[in-house]
C-alpha cells in the first residue's frame, strides 16, 4: 500500500493552486513533477560540487566527476545493465534515437531496412526518416489493430535479408499499449536482428531489465521519471556500441587530437561529445533511488488500479470514447467526447484546474489509423489519486453538458 498523501507532500507544486483551484495534474507521460529531494540534489551540486567534468584535477572537479560516474552506475543498476560502460548519459529519449540512427544507421545501406510501428512517437519515426533521405534505408512499418494492439503476423512478414534493426516503443504514449517487446526481441534475434526499445514510458511505471529482455539499445527521458529535463540514457549491447562510429565530435570524446589524425575514447565517452548535463544525471540517479525507495510493485499495482477506474469512470460518461483497449495496458487515457474538439476540452478542463494534455501526441500515424486530428490524454503518477479522477469526469461532463 502506498501512502499517497506522503508522496504527494514531497512534491510541492501539487499544493499549488490554478485559477484559484487545486491543480489536478494529469499529465504525467508527457512529464512529471519533481520531488523535492530532486531540485535540493541539483541545487545542493551546484552550491557545494559544481564544476566541469573529467577534465579537472582541482577538488570540485573530481567531486563532480565522481558524481556524474556513480550516476552511470546508478542508471546502470536501475535497468541492470551489463556495466556502465554501456550507459551513455543524452538529452532524452529523443536524441538517443538519434545517436542511434546516425551512428548505427552510419552503417547501413541503400536498399537495408528498418522495422518501427504505427504507433511510435515522432522522435521514433523522424530519425529514421532522415537516415532514409541520407542513405536511401528502408522503413517498414507494423500496422496495430483498433485495439491498438500490434499486429504479431504482419510483425513476423516484414523480416527479410535485408532488415538491419527493429525499432519500437515498449508502451505507447497514446495508447498505453504495452507491447510484448520481449517475445519480439526473440523473434528479430531469430533473424539475427538487433531491437532497439523506446522505454519513455515504460521505465517510470514497472521495472525494466535490459538483459531480462535481451534488448540491444533502450532510451529513456529522465524528466519522465521524476529527474529534471535535459538529461536521458541511451543503453546499449557492447559489441555494437564499440563496433559504432562516435556520433558528435568534441571535447571529452577524444583519445588525442592532431590535424594528421584524431583517436577516440572507448564506450561510453566517445558519445558522449561535449560538456555533459552532470548535474542532472546526479539529480537522475536521485530520482531512482527515489523510485526504488516506493518500490515498483507497490508502483505498478497502484498505478494499474487507477488506471482502471479512471477508464472505469470515464467509460460511463455518454459519448466518451476511449482509444487504446489493450491486454496489456499502462497509465494513459486517451479519449474524445462525441464530436467537442479535442482542443475545446482540454481548455475547459484547464479552468477547472485539470491538466490534460490534447493534441496529436506527436503520434500523427494513430490519429490518421483513427481519423481523428487530435484526442484528450489524460496519464497518471502514482501521486494521483481517485478524488483527481473523479474530478476529471466530472469536469469532462460539465464541458459536455455546454456542448
Ligand atoms: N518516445 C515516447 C514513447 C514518448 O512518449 C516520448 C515523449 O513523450 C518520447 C519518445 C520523446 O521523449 P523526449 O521528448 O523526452 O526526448
Known amino acids: 500500500m502506498l501512502d499517497i ?78 556495466s556502465e560502460q554501456q550507459i551513455i548519459f543524452t538529452r532524452g529519449t529523443t536524441e538517443a534515437v538519434n545517436l542511434v540512427a546516425a551512428s548505427y544507421g552510419s552503417m547501413l545501406s541503400e536498399g537495408d531496412e528498418v522495422i518501427i510501428s504505427e504507433m511510435e512517437h515522432h522522435s521514433n519515426i523522424v530519425p529514421w526518416q532522415l537516415l532514409h533521405e541520407r542513405q536511401g534505408v528502408k522503413l517498414r512499418v507494423i500496422p496495430f489493430n483498433d485495439r491498438g494492439e500490434l499486429d504479431l503476423q504482419a510483425y513476423a512478414r516484414l523480416f527479410t535479408e535485408r532488415t538491419r534493426l527493429v525499432s519500437i516503443a515498449h508502451v505507447s504514449n497514446v495508447l498505453g499499449t504495452v507491447n510484448p517487446i520481449r517475445d519480439m526481441i526473440s523473434l528479430a534475434h531469430r533473424y539475427g536482428v538487433p531491437v532497439m526499445v523506446d522505454a519513455a514510458q515504460s521505465v517510470p511505471h514497472f521495472r525494466v531489465d535490459v538483459q531480462d529482455l535481451d534488448c540491444d539499445f533502450l532510451a529513456f527521458s529522465g524528466h519522465k521519471i521524476y529527474a529534471p529535463t535535459g538529461i536521458g540514457v541511451l543503453y ?120 490534460v494534455r490534447t493534441g496529436h501526441h506527436c503520434a500523427q500515424p494513430v490519429m490518421t489509423h483513427y481519423g481523428v486530428e487530435g484526442m484528450v490524454r489524460a496519464s497518471f503518477s502514482f501521486y494521483n489519486n481517485e478524488a483527481e479522477v473523479d474530478a476529471l469526469a466530472e469536469g469532462i461532463q460539465r464541458v459536455a453538458k455546454m456542448f
Do not use: W
Open 5 to 82: 498523501n506522503n508522496i504527494r507532500e514531497q512534491f510541492p507544486i501539487l499544493s499549488t493552486q490554478v485559477y484559484g483551484r487545486p491543480l489536478i495534474y494529469l499529465d504525467n507521460a508527457a512529464t512529471t513533477q519533481k520531488p523535492r529531494c530532486v531540485v535540493e540534489a541539483e541545487r545542493e551540486q551546484y552550491y557545494t560540487a559544481n564544476a566541469n567534468v573529467h577534465r579537472g584535477v582541482h577538488y570540485l572537479s573530481q567531486q563532480a566527476t565522481d558524481l556524474l560516474e556513480q550516476a552511470r552506475q546508478r542508471v546502470s543498476r536501475f535497468i541492470n545493465a551489463p
Open 236 to 355: 546499449g549491447r557492447r559489441s555494437l556500441l564499440e563496433q559504432m562510429p562516435p556520433y558528435q565530435g568534441g571535447g571529452e570524446m577524444i583519445s588525442t587530437v592532431s590535424f594528421d589524425k584524431t583517436t577516440f575514447e572507448g564506450i561510453p565517452y566517445k558519445f558522449e561529445a561535449g560538456t555533459p548535463n552532470y548535474v542532472a544525471a546526479h539529480a537522475l540517479a536521485v530520482a531512482l533511488d527515489f523510485v526504488d525507495g516506493i518500490g515498483f510493485d507497490a508502483i505498478y499495482t497502484y498505478e494499474q488500479q487507477l488506471t482502471a477506474y479512471a477508464t472505469e469512470q470515464l467509460s460511463r460518461i455518454t459519448g466518451l470514447r476511449i482509444f487504446g483497449q489493450s491486454e496489456q495496458k499502462d497509465a494513459v487515457v486517451s479519449f474524445l467526447v462525441g464530436d467537442i474538439h479535442h482542443l475545446d476540452m482540454g481548455t475547459l478542463l484547464d479552468r477547472l484546474g485539470i491538466a
